[in-house]
Every structure is written in C-alpha cells, then in structure tokens.
C-alpha cells in the first residue's frame, strides 16, 4: 500500500503551524491523480458537512476534523465525523458527500480532512478554503403574497410566511424564531415587519412598478446573533393595467404669442365594477420630447390644462397617464396648437485667453407668412446655474441680409469683460409674427491661475545635472484659490538674450506643488506660466521667474 500525507508529520509543530496558517486543498504527495480536496462547507444544512473531493480510484473513507476558528495553536480538535455517504455524483470518483457534525458549542470551525481511495492513496489534515458555520439556521417558509396579481382596486400587497430556526445540535427539532426583523423588497420599495411568539410575520407595500421581485430575508437579531440565514428565491410579480378613456374640450388651438389656451375634460377607468373617474392622473400635451402643458386629474377625474405659447406643435397629442403606472394603461388623442411662426436661433461661443467672450450665432424663420421686424435683435444672457436668474450682458443686432424663410440671418459680438464662470444663451424676442426662441445654454469657464513660490534648484548647478522647480500651482474658483492639477508651461531665457523659448510642460500633484525637471546646459533665467496648451477652462498667467547659473 502506498500512503502518503498533505502535512508533513515531522513534528506537531509543523501540524500546528500548517493548520492554522491555511493550507490550501491539494492531492497525495509525490503522487498523480490522489485524493484532491475541494470544499467542505455546512451548504446551510443544520447539523451536516458536505464534502467535495475526487480522485482517480474511488474514494473510500473520509474522516473530518473541526477545530475553533479562533483558537491558538496546538488546541484539540473539537470533534470530528467519519460517518459519511455520498451526496452526489455518477461514481466514487467524484463529487459530494456529507455526513452529521456533532459538537458541544455553537460557533465557527475550520475543518480538515482526510481521504483515502481504492489504490491506498492518503491525503491527511487537507484544510477546506471555507469554514464551518455550526449555527442556528433561521430560514422563511411559506413566504406568500396577496393579492400575487394587484389591480387598481386591490393595491395593496400583503406579505406573509414564518421564520423557523435549527439548532445544529438538534436540527430534527425546528422551532418558532420569534422577535426576528424581516425584510421585505419589492423593485424601489423597502419595508420591514417582525415575527411574532409562532414565527410569523405579515407585512404590506403597494407596488410603484409594473413587474418587479419579490424578496423577503431575516436580519441577524439579539435572539440569534450569529444565526446562519440562507437567501430565499425571490418571487416574481406583475401588476393589472386597467384600460383609460378620456375627453377633452378642443384637439386644436391657435393661439398669438402671449396668450394661453385652455383645455378641460374627464377620465376613467374600466375596472370590474365598470368605468369610474380616474383621480391623480397627469394629463400631457407633447409633441414628441416637447411638454407644451402638463396637470393632474382631481379627486372626480375632471382636468384643466393650461397650454404654454412658447413652441408651436403642430402634430402633437394628449396623454392620459404614463407608460411606467403600475395600475393603468395611458391613452392619447391627436392635438395640433399652433402659436405665431416658428423661429430658429443658434450661438456658438468660446472664451479667449485673456476672459473676453467671441459669440457667433444666426436666426432664421420656416414660414413664407412671416416677415423681419424693423430693427431684429438678439440678446445674449447669462446665468449661473443655467436654469434661472438670467441677465441681460448685451442686445446684438441682427443685419437682415436675405430676408427669406430658411435663410440664416447671422450676427456676432465680442464682450470684453464678461462673467468668467456662467451659462449663456441667445435670445430672439419675438413679435406677433415672429415666435420667441432661445437656444440651450452653453456654460463656459476659466478660471484665474497663479504659480506661488517658484524656485529652480539647485543654484548654482554643475552643467549636465537636473535642475528641479518648486512651486504651488493654483486656480481661484469664486474667491478662494484651489490646487490646480494641471502644470503650467516651462520658459528659459539665456543670459544675454531678451527672448524666451518653449522648453517642456511641467506637470503638478494633487496638491499643487510643480513636478518635473530639466538638464542645466547654460546660465539663464526659467520662467512658468499657463497658456491655453495647459487647457481650455484656465485665464492665462503672468510669468514668474527664478534665474540659475550653470558652472
């Protein structure tokens, strides 16, 4: 008989230390095709250890050993089991079997194995990767969900199952886990419920999805402070989309620039009691991703909607409800409004180096009906968050060149001093013939910069040594100066010359402070400051300086 160990047996000591630093699973020394180890793990079965293995010949004992996870070297095994059958698999030669675990205390065991096959073949104290959570296992049975399929008249979901706890050392004898919190899922809501004296619990949510999952898992609690949960499969559910009807007062509106047009009506719902009002329903005028009016349908389902001049919609629609409502369908009936003559407006703009603002922008017009005021202009805002508080920095005229639908009419201004940090926009302020429109806004930024502190070292330096530069660099945002990881770029100006020259970009830390050097060749001044090659959201810098010389 060949036999061989996975830990050498030379001295306890070396037992000891291989077992508690972690031995990963491995096969028969000086062999091919032994005993390997996988696994040995409680698979959250009360009271059982399943292990995994295979071999060449078929396995034909296992012995498992469990030692505390936390003990110190050299204590005693605190029980083990050899009373094993197999699990799973086509053939001794592999797969899982388990076998009961009895140990007097409830806790965290490593665990060791030892296997043997039909050739003779040993593998002695293999350490499994997992341990062995010999605790309570507190499962949900009988989770259920009522209604499983809610509508508009039965919203709300009740939740319903037990908690049952196994003591590993008695798993046959289940029992009620009173006082356990129970968490309960299902799509974006979350809620809790706890279990009573017999293990059961009821809690209740009203669904804001159309499908979602299902799931419910107990939390660790005093009772069971290490108390082994398994996850529960979750459950899927859906919701009852009732149909919706609704009417409305118009489907088209004219409207002139500066007025508001009205649209009232009612909408329903069919249920099993036949067709009701419809309360808390939005009720939508769009065309396409443009919103011209939105409100809600009253307590009786009745509505007035307001609607916006701002964009004319030719082929728009009314929308009752929204494709996401858990309970009901939506419904849509074609609208067409139609404000004053629609206008087109575009801006392009860039800040300069030096924080003046170049915009470039056109307006231009669809119908033949339509005619230029006298004197068209456009002024261009600012804001800074770019949703409100919107001034005025200039008002731009227009020079009608062709004046034709679809021709653009273009104009341009340059602002010497504007805000550095804000959101702009080009608007066109219509007249009676001619609707408003103004372009999205574009936020555009730079910032200050400075270099405090520059030095050049080492001074004097021998000729073909680095010369390495200190400094802070630095943006200010409102009115405090901030790091800027961004360096600046690097100047030399030879002694005698009046000129600088490019020589490298420097780079700067997340602090500020100025990486990079350079090989000293000459006497002559260094020089740093940011241009836009250091990027486009930073002001120019003026230069600063340190002279070094070379010998």
Not at 80 to 98: H, I, K, L, N, P
Not at 423 to 432: E, H, V
Request: hydrophobic fraction near 30%; aromatic fraction near 10%; glycine fraction near 8%.
């Amino acid at each position: 008989m060949r036999r061989t160990t996975f830990l050498a047996a030379a001295t306890a000591t070396a037992l000891s230390a291989s077992l508690f630093t972690g031995t990963a699973p491995a096969h028969a020394d000086g062999t091919t095709g032994g005993p390997v180890l996988s696994d040995a793990d409680g698979w959250y079965e009360p009271g059982l250890v399943f292990v995994t293995a295979h071999s060449d010949s078929p396995l034909t004992h296992i012995t498992a050993h469990f030692y505390p996870l936390n003990a110190p070297e050299g204590t005693p095994e605190a029980g083990s089991t050899e009373d094993f059958t197999q699990y799973t698999g086509e053939d001794a030669r592999s797969g899982v079997w388990r076998a009961p675990v009895h140990l007097p205390e409830l806790g965290d065991y490593r665990v060791t194995v030892d296997l043997q096959d039909a050739s003779g073949a040993t593998v002695t104290r293999a350490l499994s990767p997992h341990t062995l959570h010999y605790q309570t296992v507190i499962r949900l049975t009988g989770v259920t969900a009522t209604p499983n399929v809610p509508d508009y008249l039965h919203q709300d979901v009740s939740v319903t199952g037990a908690a049952v706890a196994r003591d590993p050392r008695d798993p046959d004898v289940p029992v009620p886990a009173a006082g356990v919190t129970v968490d309960v899922d299902a799509g974006h809501i979350h809620t809790t419920a706890t279990t009573t004296a017999d293990g059961s619990f009821t809690a209740a949510f009203v669904p804001t999805a159309r499908s979602f999952q299902l799931w419910a898992s107990p939390e660790a609690s005093s009772r069971y402070p290490a108390a082994v949960r398994p996850p529960v499969s979750p459950q899927s559910m859906h919701t009852a989309q009732a149909p919706i009807r609704f009417t409305a007062s118009t489907h088209a509106l004219n409207l002139q620039q500066g007025r508001t047009g009205t649209v009232t009506g009612h909408a329903e719902i069919q249920t099993t009691s036949g067709w009701q009002p419809l309360p808390h329903t939005p009720i939508t005028l769009q065309d396409h991703t443009y919103v011209a009016g939105q409100t809600t349908t009253d307590g009786r389902g009745d509505y007035t909607l307001h609607v916006s001049p701002d964009n004319a919609a030719p082929s728009a629609e009314l929308i009752a409800g929204t494709g996401d409502m858990p309970f009901q369908q939506y419904a849509t009936a074609p609208f067409s409004l139609h404000v004053a003559y629609t206008t087109h407006i575009g801006l392009s703009a860039i800040l300069n180096d030096n924080g003046s603002l170049t915009t470039r922008g056109y307006v231009s017009y669809e119908d033949t009906r339509a005619h230029w005021p006298a004197h068209p202009t456009v002024t261009l805002q600012y804001s800074k968050d770019g949703k409100s508080g919107w001034k005025d920095a200039a008002t731009v005229p227009v020079p009608i060149h062709y004046n034709k639908p679809l021709f653009d009419e273009t104009f341009t201004r340059t602002l010497t001093k504007p805000d550095t940090d804000a959101y702009w926009r080009a608007r066109f302020n219509g007249n009676p013939d001619l609707a408003t429109s103004t372009t999205k806004p574009v936020h555009l930024y730079r910032y200050a910069t400075r270099i405090t502190g520059f030095h050049a070292s080492p001074d004097p330096v021998r000729k073909g040594q680095p010369i390495r530069f200190a400094g802070t660099a630095q943006y200010k945002k409102g009115t405090t100066w901030k790091p800027l990881q961004e360096g600046p770029t690097l100047y030399f100006k030879p002694r005698g010359s009046t000129t600088y020259h490019y020589v490298c970009e420097l780079g700067s830390d997340h602090h500020g402070h100025l990486t990079g050097w350079v090989t000293a060749k000459q006497d002559g001044t260094w020089a740093v400051a940011y241009s836009r090659q250091t990027g486009d959201h930073y002001l120019a810098s003026t230069k600063v300086t340190d002279y070094v010389d070379v010998r």
